[in-house]
């Protein structure tokens, strides 16, 4: 019952709050354009608006977890990606209206209290796409997407398959409660790059425990790295082995 109150009671904020469609949601825009975009050789974050190149670079899209950008983390991969030479465009969910985090960071756990989190995501990924069309300093046949926790869930979820490779980081890619959660649902012909722990405490003991590899079968590129004797750590960032792999994902597909 409590759920479903959510859902709709959020339904009626996004249709109210907006002209927007509900599934978009209210604010989707300040997702972008007040983004983080990290680039080689600056150690600050500037606004997309902001972003001017004297040459187009290849772009990775970084989606932060469920309860916002984490400079420890999320910020750390844009800057080890971005010094690999690409611009790190991460848009911020959490800076649209009526936005609140859908999980309990302390807890280690999903609170369902912004149920329409994943709709959101899809919906800033597809904006993200559109915007960076428009930008002179992006190379448009390079654009990766890759997300964390929620945000990883929101990669393997995605269905636009004109990114050149995926990178999924802690997410299992199951979920035996709702099955429209299982999988990758891009073509089998796009690259993809899974990292999970899979003693990851978040999901410990419920039915989301699995690896996106057992939703690999029949994809052309797809490549799982589990993180050892790392406890139960569910942030990837500062393992080598996630780090190594990444960066060799990206330059391979940049190269190709």
């Given at each position: ?85 690409y611009a790190v465009v991460m848009p911020d969910s959490m800076a649209r209206p ?159």
């Amino acid at each position: 019952m409590q759920k479903s109150f959510c859902f709709f009671l959020f339904l009626f904020i996004a249709g109210c709050a907006s002209n927007e469609s509900p599934s978009s949601g209210p604010g989707i825009e300040q997702a972008w354009t007040k983004a983080h975009v990290y680039l080689p050789n600056s150690f600050a974050p500037k606004r997309p608006r902001d972003v001017v190149l004297d040459k187009p670079l290849p772009v990775v899209v970084y989606l932060h977890g469920c309860d916002g950008i984490d400079p420890a983390h999320d910020s750390a991969w844009a800057k080890f990606i971005s010094s690999l030479g690409y611009a790190v465009v991460m848009p911020d969910s959490m800076a649209r209206p009526y936005r609140i985090p859908n999980c309990d960071g302390r807890l280690k756990k999903t609170t369902d209290k912004f149920p329409l989190a994943l709709d959101y995501r899809a919906h800033e990924i597809d904006l993200a796409w559109q915007k960076l069309q428009n930008q002179d300093w992006v190379l448009k046949n390079k654009i990766f997407l890759m997300g964390h926790s929620e945000g990883g869930v929101a990669v393997a979820l995605n269905t636009n398959d004109r990114f050149n490779g995926l990178i999924i980081s802690g997410w299992t890619c199951t979920s035996r409660s709702y099955p429209f959660y299982n999988g990758i649902k891009a073509s089998k012909n796009t690259p993809v790059l899974a990292i999970s722990n899979k003693n990851d405490i978040w999901y410990q003991g419920t039915d989301l425990k699995g690896e996106c590899r057992d939703h690999s079968a029949n994809r052309v590129d797809f490549t799982q790295i589990d993180l050892k004797n790392v406890g139960s750590e569910h942030s990837t960032y500062q393992f080598s082995a996630a780090r190594m792999a990444v960066s060799s994902f990206l330059k391979r597909l940049t190269v190709e």
